[in-house]
């Protein structure tokens, strides 16, 4: 059923319904919250599950709990469950029943934000991929394309709601429309649409919006009927008197409260210092509001999950670690900031607080010598055959969200060539000649071309060309949202080259690295794969570092860790202990750059403080924070 006339006719009741079966829903009247007809205030915490292993959700909604939280809060990615158009997925890792009862035998209620569009510095902002493969598609509109996807997608995430809202016995206490929608677009009738198709569907527990401060951003993102709240890290009566603006009367409610930010390869590690963010959570609470942090876990962008912003143009690609500077640390680490937080929040509780968790085991220190390697032109029969075709062709005709793309051609070079050019390189290329690497292109760097001056001054003559292009993430947020990833055309001066061979190299295939062929030499020149083995006597969790290597990816035990690069600011990657097992463990590196010869196993994590390029505030939070 999708969001017709029917269900635009439908009431929706859910500030007055209440459960039939006894658990106690959350309704809005005499402009505060009321829960089970007595007054409440929402203290809840993001915590993404898709960011944490399923075996430490339990673990790590404790420590929310003894944070003084009352409600956990998390985002559902649509392109986490549907990789692939129809084959949708709420099993393992993306078992959200699971992590919904969870919360529920702790006594936490539950908010849920299913999107479609959910930003969280997460890939595409939590839209899948193939829509790209749709040309012209108007993203968050009524373009009858992405709301016949849209509608697809509802079907299948209220399916799994339904049981679990409170009006059904569950924890979910309200369920938001679209997400900051305030700061993309303004078609209104878009956003009725998604409400409806929620309603519609029987989702009958309070329905929210969330936007930022701006005035025409509340305005933008509210629907009719749906109770607006507004996102911001300090600043609170300015920010509250915006939504004023949009709802007359309460309750209050800080969806995001902004108390730590996320990082991006090449800036500075943010950090917020705690008594500071304590005190504006104070100043919240002391007026009645509810308050949801963001993040109060942020937890770790594991494979190629990462999304990117753009700023003056330039691409900035997110950290693997999602850190976020939060009350509870990446690897479930209680801080300075857990402890203010928790002496403000003890206040307001609604009940008693349980005693903080001690930290989980680590693993001790080590290190491992690579002996194996393989190049990646050796490697490429492990990856589905290519496609052929007179242009390049990108990462979503050949059926790809993430990873990388291998183009393969041939190239006549006149004496004294001019450069050669990538058109559309989305987003970071190297670029081989007869074998041998000669250059690195960015979709930041001024030009997006390699200069051919030191090819020998006789011929023409022909040569093989071998372009392997980087998906380093995909926009998450605002207007540039919706790219093509690979490139577009590549030309030698102004003349297009043409018949290439494009691979789509998946690189979370769960199976890969046990496809690869090891040897003593790298072979081929280029990114090569490197293999090496870590002792542990038992698992815990542990920190890998890659001291002198350049730019890549590491597995572990055939799980795609994530990203690291030199230029910082993280400098390690989280491994945590249900990936490991007592002995030998496999640890896989694909360097893209330069390689080193060791990896490291550390016990405490370095993400990078103090390290980078100093930045400014970024954009979206200069006002509010």
Known sequence: MSGSASAHRRKNMHADHESTTGTPTLTVADGTFRKGGEPHQILSGALHYFRVHPELWHDRLQRLRALGLNTVETYVAWNFHERRRGEIDFTGWRDLTRFVREAQSLGLDVILRPGPYIYAEWDFGGLPAWLMAEPDLALRTMDPRFITAVDAWFDAICDVMRPLLATHGGPVVAVQVENEYGSYGDDAPYLEHCRAALVDRGIDVLLLTSDGPGPDLLASGSVPGVHATVNFGSRVDAAFAE?????????????????????????????????????????????????????????????????????????????????????????????AKFYAY????????????????????????????????????????????????????????????????????????????????????????????????????????????????????????????????????????????????????????????????????????????????????????????????????????????????????????????????????QVTLYAPAPLWRAGLNEVVVLEMEHAGSIVELRSEPDLGAGRGVEIGVPAVAAAVV
């Open 243 to 335: 939504l004023r603006r949009v709802q007359p009367s309460g309750p209050d409610m800080c969806m995001e409260f902004w108390n730590g930010w996320f990082d991006h390869w090449g800036e500075r590690h943010h950090t917020r210092e705690p008594a500071e963010a304590a005190a504006v959570l104070e100043e919240i609470l002391a007026r009645g509001a509810s308050v949801n942090f963001y993040m109060a876990h942020g937890g770790t962008n594991f494979g190629l999950w990462n999304g990117c912003n753009v700023e003056d143009g330039q691409l900035q690609p997110t950290v693997t670690s999602y850190d976020y500077d939060g009350p509870v640390g990446e690897a479930g680490e209680l801080g």
């Open 342 to 569: 928790r002496e403000v929040l003890t206040r307001y509780a609604t009940g008693p607080v349980p005693e903080p968790l001690a930290l989980l085991p680590r693993l001790a220190p080590g290190q491992g010598e690579v002996t194996e390697w393989m190049s990646l032109l050796d490697s490429l029969d492990a990856f589905d055959p290519p496609e052929s075709a007179p242009m390049p062709r990108s990462m979503e005709q050949l059926g790809q969200d993430h990873g990388l793309v291998l183009y393969r051609g041939h190239v006549l070079l006149p004496p004294q060539p001019p450069a050669l050019v990538l058109d559309g390189l989305a987003d970071r290329a190297t670029v081989m000649l007869d074998g041998a690497v000669i250059g690195i292109v960015d979709r930041n760097h001024a030009l997006q071309e390699v200069a051919l001056g030191s090819v020998p001054a006789h011929g023409p003559h022909p040569c093989d060309l071998v372009v392997i292009v980087e998906n380093q993430g995909r926009i998450n947020f605002a207007h540039a949202i919706g790219e093509h990833k690979g490139v577009a055309a590549i030309r030698l001066g102004r003349r297009l080259i043409h018949n290439w061979q494009s691979s789509a190299l998946r690189l979370d295939d769960p199976t890969l690295t046990a496809r690869l062929a090891f040897g003593p030499e790298p072979g081929s020149a280029g990114p090569v794969f490197a293999r090496t083995v870590l002792s542990v006597d038992q698992p815990a969790d542990g920190f890998i570092a890659l001291p002198g290597w350049g730019k890549g990816f590491v597995w572990l035990n055939g799980f795609l860790l994530g990203r690291y690069w030199e230029v910082g600011p």
